[in-house]
């Protein structure tokens, strides 16, 4: 590399500028790649689908979710209708019996809040003119009562913002999971539960 200088001066300033071009190049590389096996491999995701939506739209998510909230469209699985506001989820619990597959449709009244369901993979932001929409596929063991907070500072009241999910599971149901519940969802949420998703959400 050296000899590409071009004089008689110093020959080591080159070298020490392709290394750094070279440490630079590998750390890019680093970063893009942990991207890529989060994304693909974890399939850990920081967006949900963003719908534009009317104000009409958000009322109606708003209605719902007073309303309405838990739609069961088949066994197992569920429409879930959430509004956020300054500093409340509405509805406060939310009960899913033997839940294999959860959609949640959220919208906002006022700023932006985050959305996270403490020690799953569900977490994204719900932005004011838009319906966010996720796709969840609940672990079959996983049974309780979950935490669902705000974790995008929305104000002097956001430590307060939080609604409980709570998990039922029979006996009967949970023989079933294991043939009728997607082998690779089922892979993937477990993959997904023991990484720092909290992390990636907020970058
Ligand atoms: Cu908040």
């Given at each position: 590399?050296?000899?590409?200088?071009?004089?008689?001066?110093?020959?080591?300033?080159?070298?020490?500028?392709?290394?750094?071009?070279?440490?630079?190049?590998?750390?890019?590389?680093?970063f893009?790649?942990s991207?890529?096996?989060?994304?693909?491999?974890?399939?850990?995701?920081?967006?949900?689908?963003?719908?534009?939506?009317?104000?009409?739209?958000l009322?109606?998510?708003?209605?719902?979710?007073?309303?309405?909230?838990?739609?069961?469209?088949a066994p197992?699985?569920?429409?879930?209708?959430i509004?956020?506001?300054?500093?409340?989820?509405?509805?406060?619990?939310?009960?899913?019996e033997?839940?294999?597959?959860?959609t949640?449709?959220?919208?906002?009244?006022d700023?932006?809040?985050?959305?996270?369901?403490?020690?799953?993979?569900?977490?994204?932001m719900?932005?004011?003119?838009?319906?966010?929409?996720?796709?969840w596929?609940?672990?079959?063991?996983?049974?309780?009562?979950?935490?669902l907070?705000?974790?995008?500072?929305?104000?002097?009241?956001?430590?307060?913002?939080?609604?409980?999910?709570?998990i039922?599971?029979?006996?009967?149901?949970?023989?079933?999971?294991?043939?009728s519940?997607?082998f690779?969802?089922?892979?993937?949420?477990?993959?997904?539960?023991?990484?720092?998703?909290?992390?990636?959400?907020?970058?």
């Open positions: 590399m050296a000899h590409e200088e071009k004089g008689g001066g110093g020959h080591g300033g080159l070298v020490y500028e392709y290394i750094y071009i070279a440490i630079i190049v590998a750390v890019l590389a680093g893009i790649s991207l890529g096996y989060y994304s693909f491999a974890l399939n850990i995701n920081p967006a949900c689908e963003a719908i534009k939506a009317d104000e009409e739209q009322q109606e998510i708003q209605q719902l979710a007073f309303s309405n909230p838990v739609v069961e469209k197992g699985i569920y429409d879930v209708y509004y956020g506001r300054q500093y409340v989820w509405i509805p406060s619990t939310i009960t899913l033997n839940p294999k597959q959860v949640f449709y959220v919208a906002t009244g700023v932006i809040h985050g959305f996270e369901i403490a020690g799953t993979n569900v977490n994204f719900v932005l004011p003119g838009y319906i966010s929409k996720f796709t596929y609940p672990p079959s063991d996983l049974e309780g009562e979950l935490l907070l705000c974790n995008e500072y929305c104000g002097v009241g956001h430590q307060l913002m939080k609604a409980s999910i709570i039922e599971r029979s006996g009967e149901a949970l023989d079933t999971t294991s043939d519940g997607g690779i969802e089922e892979l993937i949420s477990l993959l997904s539960i023991t990484s720092p998703t909290g992390i990636l959400a907020h970058g």
